[in-house]
């Protein structure tokens, strides 16, 4: 029998989930009630960040947490695509001394914020995945407002809170993407369909 249920109990914290509910039910939420979230919450978060795989287990992360509401305004002013009203913000960063001699800082940080989606859909927080690297403005702007160093490289912003939208469980397995023991290059896909924007 195999197990698909997770369990974390930290203080007045727990969560009993089935693993394959809690994946289907991360959405991106773009609404939040104006609720404080606990700050053990966000501690579980980090921790399940932290407990991604990180090529030869350099881990070369590290977390920005945000709550201050003047620090949140000005990066959501300076990222066109950071203008949600959630009450934390974490941003995953890539410190290239950490992970020197392992081009692979992006990878582990893109885990990181998987495993961050993922806790919060655990514990009934939304979040949102907000790319920073690779848009100029964004990585300027945060670096900037974050005080953030030349050798430390924001990845990604994750913005959570209490959702205040309801979005229902999707599974988004096609068969068609699925390949066994050789690559089919005679099949065709089909662009994404255009109903399918902004909804992740």
């Known amino acids: 029998m195999v197990a698909t249920r997770f369990t974390v109990i930290e203080k007045d914290w727990c969560t009993n989930m089935d693993i394959f509910d809690c994946i289907n039910k991360r959405r991106s939420i773009r609404k939040y009630k104006n609720l404080e979230v606990e700050k053990e919450k966000i501690d579980l978060l980090i921790k399940a960040g932290m407990a991604a795989p990180s090529a030869c287990n350099r881990q070369p992360w590290e977390f920005i947490i945000i709550t201050d509401d003047k620090v949140l305004t000005e990066l959501r002013e300076g990222m066109q695509f950071a203008r949600y009203n959630a009450p934390v913000a974490i941003v995953v960063c890539g410190n290239t001394k950490l992970g020197k001699g392992v081009d692979a800082w992006d990878k582990d940080c893109s885990a990181a914020i998987e495993n961050i989606l993922l806790a919060a859909t655990g514990l009934e927080l939304g979040s949102i995945?907000?790319?920073?690297?690779?848009?100029?403005?964004?990585?300027?702007?945060?670096?900037?407002?974050?005080?953030?160093?030349?050798?430390?490289?924001?990845?990604?912003?994750?913005?959570?809170?209490?959702?205040?939208?309801?979005?229902?469980?999707?599974a988004q397995y096609n068969e068609k993407r699925v390949y066994w023991q050789k690559y089919d290059q005679s099949r065709k896909h089909k662009a994404r369909p255009k109903d399918l924007k902004h909804k992740a």
């Open 129 to 170: 995945w907000i790319g920073i690297h690779g848009l100029p403005a964004a990585e300027k702007i945060s670096s900037r407002v974050l005080n953030i160093p030349k050798y430390v490289i924001p990845f990604g912003m994750v913005y959570i809170g209490y959702p205040d939208e309801e979005k229902g469980i999707r």
